[in-house]
């Protein structure tokens, strides 16, 4: 039997601990994940790509079958030349899965070999987007409920932590 391989891409930018919950909830389904960090041109963001993987590497060490990898161009190109049979999406809200499923149906059409897995954060991290930990941050509020040691740590180094 071969491999199980999916992709969780995101621009994780930075990492919450509800993209943390969807990855362990997928490092059950799967026999490898590769976190793939978007190297997307049309979001701006605040950490690089590097950044991002440095601080993904550091927050999922304890996932013995997950990788931090980037990509850029077409998903299911990527999903492809890493062997993947699927790709990971998480839903935090309704108004999250109009966009996912078209990007899902997109990719289907694109790569029917690869298949789109929603799972949902626990209710405890449905709320926490990366946008809103950035507002908190940048207005010196307390983002370590919502965030890895490492990313609070690289947004107070971002954000400065004298508020």
Do not use: C, W
């Not at 999916?6 to 969807?22: L, N, R």
């Not at 927050?59 to 299911?76: H, M, P, R, W």
């Not at 965030?147 to 740590?153: F, G, H, L």
């Amino acid at each position: 039997m071969h491999e199980r391989i999916a992709i969780y891409p995101g621009t994780f930018d930075p990492v919450t601990y509800g993209h943390i919950d969807v990855l362990k909830r997928a490092s059950k389904l799967f026999d490898k994940i590769i976190i793939s960090v978007g190297e997307s041109s049309s979001k701006s963001s605040l950490f690089t790509v590097d950044q991002r993987i440095k601080m993904l590497s550091q927050a999922v060490s304890d996932i013995k079958n997950a990788e931090v990898d980037s990509f850029s161009g077409l998903l299911v190109d990527y999903a492809k030349k890493k062997k993947a049979s699927a790709v990971i999406r998480g839903l935090r809200a309704v108004s999250d899965f109009e966009y996912e499923f078209q990007m899902a149906l997109t990719n289907q059409t694109l790569e029917p070999d690869v298949e789109t897995v929603f799972l949902t954060p626990s209710q405890n991290y449905s709320f926490i987007s990366s946008s809103l930990v950035k507002e908190i941050a940048k207005n010196g509020g307390d983002v370590s409920y919502f965030v890895p040691k490492i990313a609070e740590k690289m947004l107070k180094e971002k954000f400065g932590s004298n508020h």
